[in-house]
């Protein structure tokens, strides 16, 4: 009888799903919220990190206060406010994360859900800035050689 309650008991444990719990070069995002600054240039790859020792322009922390102010009118239940920007060039940073930012792409602002995943990327990695070749039939622009279309 305890056999088959040990049994159902495993059972259902295999079950219940398991999630990955995500980390950024062996640090959870709790670890990384609660590193200081100079912390987390450490754990960041080299590019990023040349960038944040040299400080980060006036700009780029007004997109943090902005950021911050957004998360804060909002309570834990709603997402906050998408705040406006055109700073592609700016690192995606913990504090960030849970935040929706609308990226400027030289004709739309494109919305953008911040996740832990994209920590360390740039903003402008998530708003494509062309629209992708499509290769098909030729257009008008083409030559007459390779406008030719057989009658059959």
């Given amino acids: 009888m305890a056999d088959d309650l040990d049994v159902e008991a495993i059972a259902a444990l295999r079950k219940k799903r398991q999630f990955k719990k995500f980390t950024y070069r062996g640090y959870e995002l709790e670890q990384l919220l609660e590193m200081s600054q100079e912390e987390f240039i450490e754990v960041l790859h080299a590019r990023a990190r040349r960038r944040l020792l040299r400080g980060l322009n006036r700009k780029c922390q007004a997109l943090l206060k902005r950021l911050r102010k957004s998360k804060a009118g909002s309570n834990t239940l709603t997402k906050p406010a998408p705040v406006k920007t055109h700073l592609r060039n ?35 990695e998530f708003s494509i800035s062309y629209r992708p070749v499509r290769h098909g039939r030729p257009g008008i622009g083409s030559t007459n050689s390779s406008r030719f279309i057989p009658l059959k």
């Fill in 90 to 124: 700016m690192i995606i940073l913990p504090e960030m994360v849970g935040s929706t930012v609308a990226i400027y792409n030289g004709k739309v602002f494109n919305l953008i859900d911040i996740k832990a995943e994209m920590i360390g990327y740039y903003l402008g």
